[in-house]
């Protein structure tokens, strides 16, 4: 056990995002995603949901401030009538975060699993709400935040 950590947070996923760079991605991804098939590098967070995880994540995982949007969310396709009200908790755990954050891009499906598979790495979970899948763009550490 680490002091700071959250437990949630086990040590193959603390070395991923250790070892990920500025400007890398990660996705956190549903129970529906396809993600054994599309991740370069696939962490296992089975029985985990994603705002869970996105909180934790956020405490360690700096965005990037260099981009207009340093989270991405797949879009609805178009016709599903699906309610998505997960997405307005991702966007309150962000707040929170103290990251600096404006907007989500939104990207469709398809293009989605095009990016994820260029992705770092892809987190499974077991999300059970649709259209769940997010990713994020790993920002740079300032040197002051490393005193605290």
């Known amino acids: 056990m680490l002091k700071k950590i959250p437990g949630i947070l086990g040590p193959e996923l603390i070395k991923v995002l250790m070892e990920m760079g500025h400007g890398d991605d990660i996705v956190i991804a549903d129970g529906n995603f396809p993600s054994a098939s599309l991740a370069q590098r696939l962490v296992r967070a089975d029985g985990h949901g994603v705002p869970a995880l996105l909180k934790a994540i956020l405490e360690v995982f700096p965005l990037d401030s260099y981009v207009d949007s340093p989270v991405s969310l797949m879009d609805v396709v178009s016709g599903d009538p699906v309610k998505t009200p997960i997405w307005d908790e991702y966007h309150t755990i962000i707040k929170s975060s103290g990251e600096v954050f404006q907007q989500f891009e939104w990207i469709e499906r398809f293009a989605f699993y095009e990016r994820a ?13 649709p259209y769940a899948n997010i990713i994020l763009k790993k920002g740079c550490i300032s040197p002051s935040s490393l005193l605290t």
């Open 117 to 129: 598979k260029k992705a770092f790495a892809v987190i499974a979970t077991s999300e059970p709400a």
